[in-house]
């Protein structure tokens, strides 16, 4: 079974633009969790989305928002990019029933 | 809020000995409780798990015990080799009828000296 796909793997983007991030998950998982992960926070919970539905939500500004399509592919979107926003940018898939997450290799994103 | 605290920040063991790390969780909702391995330039990589109502959990080398009273759970890995360097992250989740929600705590670095 082919496991979670994120796309593009790295990304450099100047302050003020905004960005799409791609996360195809495992075959069968309806669940997609999106994380941040920095040096220095460690990993944080964004979003999570089930069914095309966020059922969860992190501590984050609105400027993150993401959306999950029928077919369970999804996408998460920041505007207005800030220079803390540069990150490691992992999303994990579950079935969806149990918390059982399984990640994939991650987004980076670097902004100058 | 909710957080989890993970202990020590670094380790390091020589090849063979045993390495212990231990997590000590606030939301005494929190019944899912796994452990993560995330090697350089790749995400992290689930190697074990425990749930509320089990006491201890063994998978060849690693182990990870849940004592529930006192709120904190911790991985055990034996006769330690140098592919087990990385950095290892505990979690505990809350699972809920509107699904679930992870908090990771701060990450361990692990160096097994050859």
């Known amino acids: 079974k082919a496991g979670v796909t994120q796309t593009p793997r790295y990304l450099i983007k100047t302050r003020g633009q905004q960005v799409t991030l791609s996360c195809s998950p495992i075959?069968?998982?309806?669940?997609v969790s999106w994380y941040q992960q920095t040096p220095g926070q460690g990993l944080q919970f964004l979003f999570e989305?089930?069914?095309?539905?966020?059922?969860n939500k992190g501590n984050f500004p609105g400027r993150f928002s993401g959306r999950q399509f029928s077919n369970s592919r999804s996408e998460m979107n920041v505007s207005t990019l800030e220079l803390g926003d540069s990150a490691l940018y992992l999303c994990?898939?579950?079935?969806?029933?149990?918390?059982?997450?399984?990640f994939g290799p991650g987004t980076r994103l670097t902004v100058l | 809020g909710e957080n989890v605290e993970q202990h020590p920040s670094t380790l390091s063991v020589q090849e063979g000995d045993s390495a212990v790390i231990k997590c000590t969780y606030s939301?005494?909702?929190?019944?899912?409780f796994p452990w993560y391995k995330q090697e350089l330039g790749k995400g992290p990589q689930l190697i074990i798990d425990?749930?509320?109502?089990?006491g201890e959990k063994k998978d060849q080398r690693i182990a990870v015990t849940l004592n529930k009273t006192a709120k904190h759970f911790s991985l055990h890995i034996t006769e330690t080799q140098p592919e087990d360097s990385a950095v290892y992250f505990c979690a505990a989740s809350t699972v809920s009828a509107g699904g679930f929600k992870t908090i990771f705590g701060a990450g361990t670095r692990l160096f097994v000296k050859a």
């Open positions: 994990a898939s579950s079935l969806g029933l149990a918390p059982d997450q399984f």
């Open positions: 939301d005494s909702a929190s019944n899912y």
């Open positions: 989305y089930f069914s095309e539905t966020q059922r």
């Open positions: 075959s069968g998982h309806r669940s």
């Open positions: 425990i749930r509320s109502n089990v």
